[in-house]
């Protein structure tokens, strides 16, 4: 009976409605989800993961957060925490065996810092195993161009202009998914003398630095790049260029470990379906149970 109410809740994925199909109630269906959490939790076995990923999760409103740390090849949950601070990604190497900590070779992350103290305190050589997520990188160039734009857009518009209106999102696109109707307008704004157009194309020069495999000829493809921000004198750009240079070391492990956090995004979304479906969660460690059940 127990395995058939597990087999429900998985198809159901949530425990009202199994409760409605078997006529069970609440608790009865929450306490076998539980215990298959936990037998399912000490039958593992303690497989090393090569390549993992570490993102945070919104529990609530007013920054509640769950550390998720994911095996990027097996795209599984491997552990959670709660809170997004050193202690909570530490737990999970704590957790682990020192051979299963000399097993990983690269963790794709974004640039937060308690994650990367945690790291080089914890992780063997973890200095050489950041891979700053490049997708993070770029959103925090899509933020800086979206800040020129909506500048030169105020400044446009006090002149009577409305040259960028309705054009906040065409901005943000990479050139390639730049819807087909709306091609013909951008193509004549990216070629014009505009700022915007001037970082927008900064944004997409950087996305380059990804395809090498070389770390000599990222860093010479970086320096180049580097010299066009540092001429365009736009602070938004040039702050993230900033941050960028900062943490060049880690951005550019990427060229050994082409890893990024997509696996754990793709998480994200399946756990903010198991939120929404249950319309939130009162208690922090049934979420947990939740999440790692599905």
Same mark, same amino acid.
């Given at each position: 009976?127990?395995?058939?109410?597990?087999?429900?809740?998985?198809?159901?994925?949530?425990?009202?409605?199994?409760?409605?199909?078997?006529?069970?109630?609440?608790?009865?269906?929450?306490?076998?989800?539980? %215990?298959?959490?936990?037998?399912?939790?000490?039958?593992?076995? =303690?497989?090393?993961?090569?390549?993992?990923?570490?993102?945070?999760?919104?529990?609530?409103?007013?920054?509640?957060?769950?550390?998720?740390?994911?095996?990027?090849?097996?795209?599984?949950?491997?552990?959670?925490?709660e809170n997004?601070?050193?202690?909570?990604? =530490?737990?999970?190497?704590?957790?682990?065996?020192?051979?299963?900590?000399?097993?990983?070779?690269?963790?794709?992350?974004?640039?937060?810092?308690?994650?990367?103290?945690?790291?080089?305190?914890?992780?063997?050589?973890?200095?050489?195993?950041?891979?700053?997520?490049?997708?993070?990188?770029?959103?925090?160039?899509?933020?800086?161009?979206?800040?020129?734009?909506?500048?030169?857009?105020?400044?446009?518009?006090?002149?009577?202009?409305?040259?960028?209106?309705? #054009?906040?999102?065409?901005?943000?696109?990479?050139?390639?998914?730049?819807?087909?109707?709306?091609?013909?307008?951008?193509?004549?704004?990216?070629?014009? #003398?505009?700022?915007? =157009?001037?970082?927008?194309?900064?944004?997409? #020069?950087?996305?380059?630095?990804?395809?090498?495999?070389?770390?000599?000829?990222?860093?010479?493809?970086?320096?180049?790049?580097?010299?066009?921000?540092?001429?365009?004198?736009?602070?938004?750009?040039?702050?993230?260029?900033?941050?960028?240079?900062? %943490?060049?070391?880690?951005?550019?492990?990427?060229?050994?470990?082409?890893?990024?956090?997509?696996?754990?995004?793709?998480?994200?979304?399946?756990?903010?379906?198991?939120?929404?479906?249950?319309?939130?969660?009162r208690n922090?460690e049934n979420?947990?149970?939740?999440?790692?059940?599905?």
């Open positions: 009976m127990e395995r058939f109410v597990i087999d429900v809740l998985l198809a159901c994925q949530t425990v009202k409605g199994a409760c409605q199909l078997l006529n069970i109630s609440w608790d009865q269906a929450w306490h076998v989800m539980d %215990r298959a959490v936990k037998r399912g939790t000490l039958r593992k076995e =303690a497989i090393p993961s090569r390549l993992l990923g570490v993102d945070e999760k919104a529990f609530r409103k007013g920054h509640r957060y769950l550390t998720i740390v994911n095996d990027i090849e097996r795209g599984t949950v491997e552990f959670i925490s997004r601070e050193k202690a909570s990604l =530490a737990e999970f190497y704590k957790s682990r065996t020192p051979e299963q900590l000399r097993a990983i070779e690269a963790i794709a992350m974004d640039m937060w810092v308690p994650y990367v103290q945690a790291i080089l305190e914890w992780l063997p050589l973890g200095k050489d195993k950041i891979v700053f997520d490049k997708f993070h990188v770029m959103k925090k160039m899509n933020e800086g161009v979206d800040k020129v734009r909506k500048e030169e857009h105020r400044a446009l518009m006090a002149l009577g202009s409305k040259t960028l209106s309705k #054009t906040k999102y065409l901005w943000l696109y990479g050139e390639e998914n730049i819807p087909e109707h709306r091609q013909e307008k951008f193509t004549a704004l990216k070629e014009s #003398t505009l700022k915007t =157009a001037r970082v927008w194309s900064i944004k997409e #020069t950087l996305r380059g630095l990804w395809s090498y495999k070389s770390v000599a000829w990222a860093k010479r493809f970086y320096a180049s790049w580097k010299k066009w921000v540092d001429r365009c004198q736009l602070e938004p750009i040039k702050r993230v260029c900033a941050m960028i240079h900062q %943490r060049l070391e880690n951005v550019l492990t990427y060229c050994k470990h082409p890893i990024t956090n997509g696996v754990a995004e793709c998480l994200n979304s399946k756990i903010m379906s198991i939120k929404r479906r249950a319309e939130g969660f922090v979420f947990k149970t939740a999440i790692y059940f599905h």
